[in-house]
Nanobody, 125 residues
Framework: EVQLVESGGGLVQAGGSLRLSCRAS????????MCWFRQAPGKEREGVSC????????YYRDSVKGRFTISSDGAKNTVYLQMNSLKPEDTAVYYC??????????????????WGQGTQVTVSS
């Protein structure tokens, strides 16, 4: 059984930083995508960043480019999201998601088979 467990959320002032972690267990896929999504109150869940295991490529939504960095530690089966220069509009519940194989439209939530429970990120102004 695949399980994803997020950690690292919290409350931070605008301009601050947080690092989210997503640890996967039961994962046996050679080629997979592990990604971060977020959902703010009253809004749809949106793709934030994604890591493609087969080539190490990373992907970001435009609004976080230059501020967020996704990385992976294969030995720990963990993906990280380093978030710098946080803004109040980054406030949301952040979810880790995973799927075997890669989809070009990585930001589509329906493409993912596995989800974590979510971790709250709150950025105060």
């Amino acid at each position: 059984e695949v399980q994803l467990v997020e950690s690292g959320g919290g409350l931070v002032q605008a301009g601050g930083s947080l690092r989210l972690s997503c640890r996967a267990s039961g994962f046996t896929f050679d080629d997979y995508a592990m990604c971060w999504f977020r959902q703010a109150p009253g809004k749809e869940r949106e793709g934030v960043s994604c890591f493609r295991s087969s080539n190490g490529n990373t992907y970001y939504r435009d609004s976080v480019k230059g501020r967020f960095t996704i990385s992976s530690d294969g030995a720990k089966n963990t993906v990280y999201l380093q978030m710098n220069s946080l803004k109040p509009e980054d406030t949301a519940v952040y979810y880790c998601a995973a799927r075997p194989g890669w989809e070009v439209r990585w930001w589509i939530t329906d493409l993912y088979d596995y989800w974590g429970q979510g971790t709250q990120v709150t950025v105060s102004s």
